[in-house]
């Protein structure tokens, strides 16, 4: 979302005009004290249903008018699990809104759904007598980060421009919020001369800094930012430990999570579905199954569904489809299932050639009142391609638009190809990639390329490996299906000319490699 600023209506900055007498407490207690409708509101409301009502009174006595008054409704309705919208119809209609009327809604907005409609708020707020002030700035440029470069890039750009016209940008709050707001762009240079400007020590601005370098892929850079912390929070191990997940390099998030539990610092949800996915992407089994013996033991966050789907994820992977199961029927039975936890188990049980098992699970999911969604039709037609069922995978492909609702995308292409490749159909599925409504990849290419080396078909296969390379011309994998197309087609002289031209074009092999887990620890061998 772009966000054109408005001007500032020749509003006074925070330098040059003091801030507005607010009533004291003891003023505050009286007026509220003054009114039975108040005095509800302020002590016996419970529902949006009575607030509705007290609201009413308020507004038939011509006190919903007066601005502390005001305030007490809003700040109800913005809580949590209450009506966000109704408080920001108070303030919209409302003839004087005060500071903390709008920040209030404005960070309920920013914490909740819609964070594109706290900017939008904001910008009627630069229209009124009401200027902005510290408390206004952290929650705007928190929803331009939840937003992300799609829809916060420009309007957070602007909004840190504001703080400095204001004076507000050495504000603590402010300019870890500025931080935070770039790091979720990846934006490390901007993030870093911010983190410089802290006068002392701020973890938060630390823990920011670390999200930033590790979006932009400068890992080594944020470990040094960690090394040079004198006190962590359990925000700042999470951050570490999600850099080197995003990097890829699972081994030394789990060594740093074994320093985290060295130094007597407790995971939380986040940390956890963090080390599970390491877990997973390394199949060291041994570890996962104590991460979760943790979480059971210690009751950490297994209400959040964001677990469950990790720890039946990480089983999957490492091959103990059964514990998964175990996992997910637990939870299904506690409520604690969410979709991505359905999806996972699916996958799960596809790739490991229990498609029954898969598609049972498929067509329990509506009397659980779950719809499926395009993560859950991979599952569904990597069971039926897997079994070698290309009718089945067929139809399935043909009942997610008609009878679901969720639009084909290139994976669900991918899986179809997959299964009528794996099915000896080869002009089958070559016709299918040729009718695709979107350019085929370097996955949709191979999977007929492989089903071409599988069956035989050096000439269609020659067809697919041009297409694939010409797609991924540093897919190391599609050279060398090419090579053994070609060996079948032409002999070994193809097959040297096609590794020539990988050769040429500065592509390396990649190694195989195998992994186990002795004691805990992950041991890799390269060949």
Not at 26 to 44: N, Q, V, Y
Not at 474 to 479: A, I, L, W
């Amino acid at each position: 979302m772009t966000m054109a600023m408005a001007p500032l209506h020749g509003c006074p900055t925070p330098a040059t005009a003091p801030p507005p007498l607010l009533p004291s407490s003891a003023f505050i207690s009286a007026f509220i004290a003054s009114d039975p409708a108040l005095t509800l509101l302020h002590t016996r409301c419970a529902s949006m249903a009575h607030l509705r009502q007290l609201h009413a009174a308020l507004v038939k006595s011509g006190l919903a008018r007066d601005p502390i008054a005001a305030s007490r409704a809003v700040a109800f309705c913005a809580g949590p699990g209450r009506d966000v919208s109704y408080a920001e119809r108070i303030v919209r209609h409302h003839p004087r809104p005060n500071s903390f009327m709008w920040n209030t809604v404005i960070r309920a907005l920013s914490d909740g759904a819609r964070p594109d409609a706290a900017l939008a708020l904001f910008v009627e707020m630069l229209g009124s007598p009401t200027p902005p002030d510290r408390r206004t700035l952290p929650s705007l440029l928190s929803a331009c980060a939840r937003l992300g470069l799609d829809g916060g890039a420009g309007a957070g750009s602007a909004l840190h421009g504001m703080a400095l016209k204001l004076g507000l940008a050495g504000d603590a709050y402010v300019r870890n919020a500025a931080i935070a707001m770039y790091a979720s762009r990846g934006a490390a240079d901007e993030a870093l001369a911010l983190f410089g400007e802290c006068p002392e020590f701020d973890v938060v601005a630390c823990n920011s800094a670390i999200v930033a370098l590790a979006r932009a892929g400068r890992v080594d850079e944020a470990r040094e930012v960690f090394d040079g912390m004198p006190d962590r929070t359990v925000a700042t191990w999470s951050a570490m430990v999600g850099a080197y997940a995003r990097a890829a390099r699972p081994g030394e998030a789990l060594a740093l999570f074994s320093a985290m539990q060295a130094g007597g610092m407790e995971p939380n949800a986040n940390v956890l579905v963090t080390v599970l996915g390491c877990c997973a992407s390394l199949g060291a089994l041994e570890q996962g199954a104590w991460a979760h013996t943790y979480i059971e033991r210690r009751g950490v966050a297994m209400m959040n569904a964001l677990v469950v789907t990790a720890l039946v994820d990480m089983y999957c992977k490492c091959g103990a489809v059964d514990k998964a199961r175990e996992v997910f029927d637990a939870a299904m039975s506690r409520g604690l299932a969410k979709l991505s936890s359905w999806n996972s188990m699916m996958q799960g049980l596809a790739v490991h050639g229990q498609w029954r098992e898969a598609i049972t699970l498929f067509s329990e999911m509506k009397s659980h009142g779950l719809r499926p969604d395009n993560v859950t039709f991979i599952a569904v037609l990597t069971a039926y391609g897997h079994a070698g069922m290309p009718d089945e995978t067929k139809a399935a492909f043909a009942s997610m638009a008609s009878e679901h609702g969720v639009e084909p995308g290139i994976e669900h292409y991918g899986c179809l190809v997959d299964a009528l490749a794996r099915a000896g159909r080869l002009r089958e599925a070559e016709e299918t990639i040729l009718a695709m409504p979107v350019a085929a990849d370097a996955a949709v290419w191979g999977a007929l390329l492989s089903g071409c080396r599988l069956h035989g078909d050096a000439d269609r296969g020659a067809r697919a490996a041009r297409e694939a390379v010409r797609c991924d011309p540093r897919d190391s994998g599609v050279y060398v299906l090419a090579a053994s197309v070609a060996a079948r087609r032409a002999g070994d002289a193809a097959a040297a000319g096609v590794r020539g031209r990988m050769r040429e074009a500065g592509v390396g092999k990649v190694p195989g490699c195998s992994m186990i887990e002795v004691n805990g620890v992950v041991h890799e061998f390269v060949s």
